[in-house]
């Protein structure tokens, strides 16, 4: 997949199996979505905003829109609610905040970014996570505004199926940025996965795990959270790149290989600082896109080549 030229902005909706109801005007607004996310992230670059501002301004854009399991669109826990994790990380000053299970936070990655800035912590949960939000006068919504038909319709597929597992459901979104002096940002939102309880946490929200960015490289990552935190995969793959793999190297080996040799599947972003580039998945398809300096998007679902968006 070398269809990207030079990026500053990578962009993912998730990584899984592609789902049954994907016709043809699902994947329409699913491009369309990328496309304003990867277009909302470069805008911020180009008046000199940091890779952090524009991973945040994408990953908000996907958060509202309902294609995707993060913000409205999440998946339903066991008890048919919402819960929601996030995380940011700034490549240059290793800075990061994450928050897990909230429930009212409408754009839970703004709340992580809060974290990171406005308190003394890395990661606030569930209700002190809330009440840190409503301090720092982030949107607050009732938990029935993330509800989507097709979420539903999912999570009663898996209720009536008896399975007690949660159901990998995917469409996590992620992106990482680096702007014109090499510095890179990494944020990914997420529902989790259908059917969770008991305050499962996944990857995304741990830092290491489904998110993670340093001076060289940036990595947000989607599919099966347990897999990710095992091999700690976006450290694991910024480590490698640190310790002169190439981005394909270094994506790959944990995505194509660890991942899979244990039993999990998903995706993830790399972009290094010098503009070196990977999106490895080893699903059916992986929600994706990615912008370069001159403002150009292209974005895919399966296995095809990422295709240029459509202009708006
Ligand atoms: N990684 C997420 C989780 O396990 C799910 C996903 O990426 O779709 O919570």
Known sequence: MRDCGNPVLLVH??????????????????????????????????????????????????????????????????????????????GATLRAGGVAGVRNVRNPVQLARAVMEHSPHVMLAGSGAEAFARQAGLVCVDNAYFDTPHRLREWQVWRDSGDRNPAPYFGTVGAVARDAHGRVAAATS????????????????????????????????????????????????????AAGSTPEQAARAIVLEQIPMLGGSGGALLLTADGGWSM???????YRGCIDADGRARTAIGREDMREAAAV
Do not use: Q
């Open 190 to 241: 997420t529902g989790g996965m259908t059917g969770k309880r008991w305050g499962r946490v996944g990857d995304t929200p741990v830092i290491g795990a489904g998110t993670y960015a340093d001076a060289r490289a940036a990595v947000s990552c989607t599919g099966w959270g347990e897999f990710f935190l095992r091999t700690c995969a976006a450290h694991s793959m910024c480590a490698r790149v």
């Open 13 to 90: 909706g998730g990584a899984g199996a592609l789902p049954e109801s994907l016709d043809a005007a699902s994947a329409a607004a699913a491009h369309a979505a990328l496309a304003s996310a990867l277009r909302a992230g470069h805008g911020v670059l180009a008046e000199g905003g940091s890779p952090l501002d524009a991973v945040v301004a994408a990953v908000s854009v996907l958060e509202d829109a309902p294609a995707f399991n993060a913000g409205r669109g999440a998946v339903y826990t066991y008890e048919g609610l919402h819960e929601l994790d996030a995380a940011v990380m700034d």
């Open 280 to 286: 490895p998945f080893n699903t059916a398809g992986m």
